[in-house]
């Protein structure tokens, strides 16, 4: 069974490997998770997933995978013997928290209780309310939300919990997609990085030193210089939604790759057109918008700045005031974009539409006019060249 | 070795995903990595389950000039080469210039340890990757001696990162991962109550939804985590604040005391001040 939601995870595009897999055994051979879903769940993910952009693809696999599996647990738990019961509630539960249950009533009660349940549970399994998962009343069992319930396999009260948490889907504002193919872009990207020399001195400049301690008669002259940093600075603008959407797949690959290769990227998202407001999360667009001239403010000409659009609109949309889709713009696409230039002199488009048809597309003749022709398509070449363009300053605006 | 269990201890509250965590590094001896919004307690772990253990903790603070070798240790040739020039004759045995780092350290220790490597992600991105045997394995070799350093007992190693950079593969499939979640309400009145006991129960639903609200500001650059809680929390004990100052019916007190303690940037203070003026001419 594990096998199958083994290779199902790796489907999801989850790199877990069979080390992790392997480990996971090793974990669950070692008692660490006892019967209890929900432990199982926290310890598959915390053996098979590495980040938690990954976590909400996991939930979902994990959802569909063991869809009504919390029964088998039930069933488990069913066929455990009382005795055992209580030495595993004895091994987990402090002695305060022992405490704290024989406040509510007798532990051994509650434990008499606790068999009945297992008996009546055994003839009526079907449909029975009284346990995990089905509606969450019963004093025992792991995930019951009785509020003086014994959670057996773990210790702690938890009814506040109303959904299983792979089903909440906490995570889902973490995932940013597929890294699997990003190898390429990923080399192309790494062309950006520029090792600049800056920072503390804290290298032994090995020459230098030589060649001091020889004009030093012999006495040992130490030379320091600074270290080679990573200090590409980068911030990502991703058109969104309305033409874009056959391109976002590709977007996010980018977007992956991108994310590990420079020490500081941000992002944000757009639709067609940069106009006067930007947005952070895309779910949230509507009410959590950043105004383009703080971006403008916040971030100096360091940044390079890469936008990723195919530029297909009308070109009312670049040149009107008020010519955006979306909303009323007061000042023309155009303006802002020409504030953009001005202010962060790397600055490149990658258009994922294929370079044969930009010509055909009037609005993509406007942009590459707007940004000195620093316009290249979403392709390993074409990032290449990009790469190149956003090392030097920004081409005169004449060469076309 | 005894099954010790973590389950937090009277200063730390460790939800039931991370306890789960920590016991299956802990059972498996394997290292336990931890991300998780700044301020939600990565780096106490480390200090609690050392503590709730009763084990030695050897603390690794990476920066990002470190390197993997100075966890190891390094060959102090420079001071080497100064004494040579000055004729001393401590020179000749090699041994007196290999510095010993953390990591060696923690696998010297009498009993097992509780080795903690903060902010592994400021380092440089190969820095994991040169500590794939010796977290592997658990030994690394000296060459200078000549001699294999083996751990004597298997650190319980806990590995904290902001995200700053993202870790090698290789690296990631020798650890355990935990995310720590915010809080939510409930859990973090526990951890107020685990900080401030004395604190009184009306000041106290008062300030964490006051927190609450801030953090949902739409548009923070940095939102106000944990350990600002707490730090808010400790001023507003001390200035003597009483709960009603920080209810938000009352238009005229919209902006929470004391608030500085919560927002760290200029930015973000404007825009909230700018949200709570909007906020009040709206009524």
């Not at chain 1, 995870?9 to 996971?24: D, K, M, N, Q």
């Not at chain 1, 874009?244 to 977007?251: L, N, P, Q, S």
Request: proline letters at 4%.
């Amino acid at each position: 069974m594990l096998v199958r939601f083994f290779l199902e995870v790796r489907a999801a595009g989850i790199p877990a490997s069979i080390t992790e897999f392997l480990s996971l055994l090793q974990a669950l051979e070692a008692r660490v998770a006892s019967c209890s879903a929900e432990e199982f769940y926290w310890l598959a993910r915390l053996s098979l997933v590495k980040d938690e952009r990954h976590f909400d693809r996991f939930d979902r696999v994990f959802a569909e995978h063991f869809a009504g599996a919390e029964r088998v647990f039930e069933r488990l738990l069913a066929e455990v013997p009382a005795e055992w019961l209580q030495a595993m509630a004895q091994r987990l539960f402090s002695d305060e928290e022992r405490a704290k249950v024989e406040a509510l009533g007798s532990w051994d009660k509650l434990l008499e209780t606790l068999k009945q349940r297992l008996a009546e549970q055994k003839s009526k399994h079907e449909g029975g309310n009284k346990w995990i998962g089905t509606g969450g009343t019963s004093p025992f069992g792991s995930g019951g939300y009785n509020p003086e319930g014994i959670r057996i396999g773990d210790a702690g009260a938890r009814q506040r919990r109303a959904v299983k948490v792979w089903e909440a889907r906490e995570y889902r504002n973490f995932d940013d997609r597929r890294e699997l193919g990003t190898r390429n872009l990923k080399m192309a990207l790494r062309r950006l990085r520029k090792f600049a020399r800056q920072g503390a001195a804290d290298e032994l400049d090995l020459d230098g030193t030589i060649e001091a301690t020889a004009r030093n008669a012999g006495w040992l002259d130490l030379k320091l210089r600074p270290e080679r940093r990573n200090a590409v600075k980068v911030l990502l603008l991703l058109d969104v939604g309305g033409s874009m959407e056959d391109h976002v797949r590709i977007c996010e690959e980018l977007f992956s790759a991108a994310r590990s290769e420079f020490r500081q990227l941000e992002h944000f998202y757009f639709h067609n057109f940069i106009y006067e407001t930007v947005w952070k999360d895309n779910r949230r667009r509507q009410s959590e918008r950043i105004k383009t001239t703080e971006l403008l403010r916040t971030f100096n000409g360091d940044y390079r700045v890469i936008f990723v659009g195919d530029a297909a609109m009308s070109p009312y949309e670049i040149v009107q005031p008020g010519g955006s889709v979306e909303h009323f713009n007061e000042e023309a696409g155009s303006v802002w974009m020409q504030r953009m230039t001005a202010h962060f002199p790397h600055l490149v488009w990658l258009n994922p539409e294929p370079e044969e048809r930009w010509d055909w597309t009037p609005s993509i003749r406007l942009t590459q006019e707007l940004i000195g022709n620093r316009m290249f398509p979403l392709t390993l070449g074409g990032l290449d060249r990009a790469m190149v363009a956003l090392r030097r300053k920004r081409i005169n605006e004449g060469s076309r | 070795m005894t099954t010790q269990r973590f389950s937090g201890t009277d200063r730390y509250i460790a939800t039931d995903d991370l306890r789960m965590a920590v016991n299956a590094a802990v059972t498996l001896a394997r290292p336990l990595l931890i991300k998780g919004e700044p301020g939600t307690g990565k780096t106490q772990l480390a200090v609690e389950v050392a503590q709730a253990l009763g084990r030695p903790l050897f603390e690794w603070h990476v920066k990002s000039t470190s390197k993997a070798q100075q966890g190891l240790y390094e060959y102090d040739a420079v001071s080497r080469l100064r004494d040579s020039q000055l004729g001393e004759a401590r020179v000749a045995d090699i041994r007196n210039y290999i510095v010993r780092g953390k990591l060696w350290e923690a696998f010297e220790s009498e009993e097992q340890p509780v080795l903690l490597i903060d902010e592994i992600d400021k380092a440089d991105i190969e820095f994991p990757n040169d500590l794939l045997r010796e977290l592997d394995r658990m030994e690394f070799y000296v060459y200078e001696t000549r001699e294999l350093v083996r751990a004597r007992h298997r650190p319980i190693i806990i590995i904290t990162s902001n995200n700053e950079k993202e870790l090698p593969d290789a690296f990631l499939r020798r650890c355990f991962f935990h995310y720590i979640r915010f809080p939510d309400e409930e859990t973090m009145t526990r951890i107020v109550g685990v900080h401030y006991p004395s604190l009184k129960r009306e000041l106290l639903a008062e300030a964490l939804g006051a927190f609450y609200r801030v953090r949902e500001t739409p548009g923070l650059k940095k939102k106000p985590s944990t350990s600002e809680l707490l730090d808010w929390i400790k001023l507003l004990l001390a200035e003597d604040i009483p709960p009603e100052a920080l209810r938000s019916e009352d238009p005229k007190k919209a902006i929470p005391p004391l608030y500085g303690a919560l927002l760290k940037n200029e930015q973000d203070v404007h825009l909230f001040e700018q949200l709570v003026f909007l906020n009040r001419r709206a009524r």
